[in-house]
């Protein structure tokens, strides 16, 4: 089993859509969760940390369910602007290390 | 605000050539890691390290060595180069208490003939 599994997509919602992602991880004891974005042809940059409480950052929310084992991404009144590849990233330690693993992403495309 | 750079955003080279790929960060950041990015596979780390002249192993190390002489400055080394390491090079650097947020160079694509 993979140590972080996200459906590659791509979603293909209208503009104004709700659309959500989830994530699964294998690690029981992984600490920290994060979406992070990535446009076409350019870097991941972070979008925002993963909460057992939730986290919601204007028409995002992040979710974690610690007892299933995975995350999730709401996005509210879909723009344009919101087309890209969406990385879940999980952090376990591992070896005294923090490991910082990505999911394969998963893509939206909006669609005026 | 954070800014990594990568020496090239386009490389060409032969099998067999020696290839170095160049990563420098200004927000003096102890970690620093160097990915790869291939459709369908996601993001794999290739090399990791957390401090000057520390490196770790990532998940896929095979192939390739680093350096890094500097803190700000961390190097990847394809010491032959085979058409299998074509792909999207990612660099990044973190502060060490924040190793999960990282900070992403805008990448190299490499293309091994």
């Known amino acids: 089993r993979k140590e972080v599994e996200q459906d590659p997509g791509p979603f293909n919602v209208p503009e104004g859509a709700t659309v959500a992602f989830n994530c699964t991880y294998s690690n029981s004891a992984s600490q920290s969760f994060f979406w992070y974005r990535q446009d076409c042809r350019k870097e991941p940059k972070l979008l925002m940390s993963?909460?057992?409480s939730g986290n919601e950052d204007g028409r995002f929310t992040a979710q974690l369910n610690r007892a299933s084992q995975y995350i999730s991404l709401l996005i509210r009144d879909s723009k344009l602007s919101d087309s890209a590849t969406y990385l879940c990233v999980v952090n376990t330690l591992s070896g005294g290390y923090q490991k910082v693993t990505f999911g394969i992403g998963t893509k939206l495309q909006v669609i005026p | 605000d954070v800014k990594v750079t990568q020496s090239s955003r386009y490389l060409v080279k032969r099998t067999g050539e020696k290839v170095f790929l160049e990563c420098v960060q200004d927000m003096d950041h102890e970690n620093m890691f160097w990915y790869r990015q291939d459709p369908g596979l996601g993001l794999r780390l290739i090399y990791f390290?957390?401090?000057?002249?520390?490196?770790e192993k990532g998940d896929i190390p095979e192939g390739y060595s680093v350096s890094r002489e500097k803190k700000e400055r961390f190097s990847l080394i394809l010491e032959s180069a085979s058409t299998n390491q074509t792909s999207m090079y990612l660099c990044?650097?973190?502060?060490?208490?924040?190793?999960?947020?990282?900070?992403f160079g805008p990448g190299t694509r490499l293309t091994v003939l």
């Open positions: 993963v909460y057992s």
């Open positions: 390290s957390y401090d000057v002249k520390m490196k």
């Open positions: 990044a650097s973190s502060t060490a208490l924040s190793t999960d947020t990282q900070y």
